[in-house]
T-cell receptor, first 115, second 114 residues
């Protein structure tokens, strides 16, 4: 079974440039998550989708971050414009459902460096 | 605010030594508890989980964790570590009232010397 796929794995951009990350969850998983992981920290939830609906985006900085999951399958997270402080690993995860019983499977992440 | 605290940021052990990583959480209600592991160059994967019942749970690769409700703790243990256990370990809490939100600790880096 294929796991959660993310691309690109690494991205280096200059500040004020836009950047986008892509995630394809495990087939059949209705719930998709984007997490931010700063160096030396644990992942923090940015946004959670149930099918195509964003049901928890309270931690997403909406002035520069946006996300979409148009057909309820793959998803894109965008930053525009990027700032130096956005340098981090962006993780995507998916699960069958939204409860604590539904294991979240993580992708390899996209490591973003903003210069 | 709900939070998870891991006491040790960096642990160095020799092979065959015993391991215990501390994890405490702040939430007064029912929780689901998890330990995730991230081996070098790999993605986060589930090591073990606690939902209910026996507070001593066993996971993969000989790891176990004990839920002590009165102490809000979920410490990870392994009697004898191997070099291949070198990784970063994350404790995570799923507060029952917060559907879908997994709250992670800051992680503990374990280095096992051969």
């Amino acid at each position: 079974e294929a796991g959660v796929v993310q691309s690109p794995r690494y991205k280096i951009i200059e500040k004020k440039q836009p950047v986008a990350f892509w995630c394809n969850p495990i087939s059949g998983h209705n719930t998709l998550y984007w997490y931010l992981q700063n160096l030396g920290q644990g992942p923090e939830l940015l946004i959670r989708y149930e099918n195509e609906e964003a049901v928890d985006d309270s931690q997403l900085p909406k002035d520069r971050f946006s996300a979409e999951r148009l057909k309820g399958v793959d998803s894109t997270l965008k930053i525009q414009p990027a700032e130096l402080g956005d340098s981090a690993v962006y993780l995507c995860a998916s699960s069958l459902g939204r409860t604590g019983w539904d294991e979240q499977f993580f992708g390899p992440g996209t490591r973003l460096t903003v210069l | 605010a709900q939070s998870v605290s891991q006491h040790n940021h960096h642990v160095i052990l020799s092979e065959a030594a015993s391991l215990e990583l501390g994890c405490n959480y702040s939430y007064g209600g029912t929780v689901n508890l998890f330990w995730y592991v991230q081996y070098p160059g790999q993605h986060l994967q589930l090591l073990l989980k606690y939902f209910s019942g026996d507070p001593l749970v066993k996971g993969i690769k000989g790891f176990e964790a004990e839920f002590i409700k009165s102490k809000f703790s979920f410490n990870l243990r392994k009697p004898s570590v191997q070099w291949s256990d070198t990784a970063e370990y994350f404790c995570a809490v799923f507060p029952s009232s917060n559907t879908g939100k997994l709250i992670f600790g800051q992680g503990t880096t374990l280095q096992v010397k051969p």
